[in-house]
């Protein structure tokens, strides 16, 4: 007899459908937030709640609240976070790399926007005002000393910022040759330095002073004015044609420093000036 065989019928597998995901506890709230900050800006928002927003578009789906207070706990204010060091930032719990990254963009980012901003608009930079109010944006969140030499045309109106040379806390090594080259490079008329004092102390050191002298006193042949040094330290800036520590004399003879220096002349030794090593000196010229 043929064998006869009996197929099993199969069950279909009913279909799985995935649940919806829960909707967001706090979308209301973050919803709130944007909306506020689209009517009114960022101008009345305590530090936390503008980190809280900042963080959104990190962690699109969490609350980002306990984050920003454990944040502003750790660092203290909404700018001590915003200029911590990556590796600080990711000891606090839920901040990892990328956090970390976005975080410490933002004032690098600031200080770009500020340099587009100029090559735009040109600003005037006559007074100390205005100098102070265009530099300390450039010094925003620089854990790092850097030097700048504003290029100015003959009315005060700026040419280039150009940033000469970045370094550590403890010493900065400038070339007086690359500040000359920087200068002619963009044809400036008038100049004036600029650099940070990291530790916050904005009283200019010996050196600051020394090393102003010296390029006053080597641009003064090329007909290049210098019209000031600004030193940035924190929130504040102190103007050395302003504070009368150097006596500028608009280049027209050798600058002398004043008899009388401030009575609280900064410890830090930040800016050295490489005179003797470098190629240019008061008997040549560059071409």
């Known amino acids: 007899m043929p064998r006869t065989t009996t197929k099993k019928a199969t069950q279909a ?34 530090d936390h709640q503008i980190l809280e927003i900042l963080l959104y578009h990190v962690f699109p789906r969490r609350d980002t609240n306990p984050l920003a207070h454990a944040l502003m706990k750790r660092f203290g204010s909404l700018s001590a976070v915003l200029d911590a060091d990556p590796r600080d930032l990711r000891t606090v719990e839920g901040i990892g790399e990328q956090t970390a990254a976005f975080l410490t963009m933002i004032p690098q980012l600031t200080r770009r926007y500020q340099m587009d901003l100029v090559k735009r608009e040109k600003p005037i930079l006559i007074t100390p005002q205005a100098v102070k109010k265009f530099v ?16 100015l045309d003959l009315h005060g109106r700026l040419l280039y910022p ?13 070339h007086p040759r690359h500040v000359v080259e920087e200068i002619l490079r963009h044809r400036a008329s008038k100049v004036i330095l600029a650099h940070n ?15 102003t002298l010296t390029l006053i006193n080597t641009l003064t042949p090329l007909n290049i ?5 600004i030193i ?9 044609a302003e504070e009368e520590v150097v006596d500028f004399g608009h280049n027209r003879q050798e600058a002398k420093p004043l008899p009388r220096l401030p009575a609280a002349v900064a410890e830090d030794t930040l800016l050295t000036c490489d005179w003797e090593d470098s190629p240019l000196n008061d008997s040549e010229e560059p071409t």
């Open 225 to 229: 004015m210098v019209q000031d040094h």
């Open 13 to 46: 597998t009913p279909e799985v459908t995935e649940a919806p995901a829960p909707p967001l506890l706090h979308e209301g709230h973050r919803q709130r937030l944007r909306q506020r900050f689209f009517t009114e800006g960022l101008d009345h928002f305590q």
């Open 136 to 151: 300390k944006p450039l010094m925003i969140g620089r854990p790092e000393e850097v030097f700048y030499v504003l290029c």
């Open 197 to 211: 004092h990291p530790g916050g102390n904005p009283r200019p050191s010996k050196p600051d002073i020394e090393f």
């Open 232 to 240: 940035v330290a924190g929130n504040t800036c102190l103007s050395m």
């Open 162 to 174: 150009a940033l000469i040379n970045r370094g550590t806390v403890q010493e900065t090594l400038i």
